[in-house]
């Protein structure tokens, strides 16, 4: 068999009913997500998690009075919120 083939058989695509990557990340500046088409609001400082799929990412973080935040993000975004290290995995 041709190493094509080899490699055909090992290859695995993007399985989407797998379930998200879960990380843990802290918020080091300005982050912010759009409720809708409200206006931009801004994710508080301090630690969050992070789910990835292929197109976007899940914050969610606890406010100061207790309260359960939660938005998701195009993964575009998130990424370059990552590179100008406003977000830093942990």
């Known amino acids: 068999m041709s190493s ?3 490699a055909m058989r090992t290859f695995r695509p993007y399985n989407f009913q797998e379930p998200a990557m879960t990380a843990h ?3 080091n500046d300005h982050v912010t997500y759009r409720p ?11 630690p969050v998690e992070v789910e990835l799929t292929a197109d976007s990412a899940t ?4 406010e100061e009075n207790g309260a359960a935040g939660l938005t998701a993000i195009p ?3 998130y990424k370059e919120y990552v590179r100008q290290k406003r977000i ?3």
Do not use: F, H, K, N
């Open 36 to 46: 809708g088409d409200g206006a931009p609001l801004e994710i508080p400082i301090g």
């Open 59 to 62: 914050l969610s973080w606890t």
């Open 75 to 77: 993964l575009t975004q």
């Open 25 to 27: 990340a802290t918020i």
């Open 88 to 90: 830093t995995l942990t």
């Open 4 to 6: 094509c083939g080899a």
